[in-house]
């Protein structure tokens, strides 16, 4: 759920055939890289993955933005949304 009281938030990411890697990077009012991670996608891997350490963020609203990586090379940028952190 947006926005989150908590400590981490749940991603959901459509995968493809063929997608090998998700990476997601949240970004700071200020446009500065706060938390970046990844996984490599073995099906029947779900595209669920977690966020964590949200509690030690300051409140507001954050930037998150997840590329896919395919076999052939390339990526896929998904659009961004938007995370908001209250306490």
């Known amino acids: 759920p947006n926005p989150i009281a908590g400590d981490q938030a749940t ?20 446009m ?18 977690a966020i964590g350490g949200i509690g030690a963020w300051a409140p507001g609203s954050y930037l998150v933005k997840a590329r896919i990586k395919t076999s052939a090379g390339t990526e896929r940028i998904l659009s961004p949304i938007r995370l908001i952190v209250k306490r």
Do not use: L
Request: aromatic letters at 8%; glycine letters at 10%.
């Open 11 to 30: 991603m959901a990411i459509k995968t493809e055939s063929g997608d090998t890697e998700v990476v997601i990077d949240v970004f700071n009012a200020a």
């Open 32 to 49: 500065r890289r706060i938390w970046t991670g990844g996984w490599m996608i073995v099906p029947p891997n779900p595209g669920n993955r």
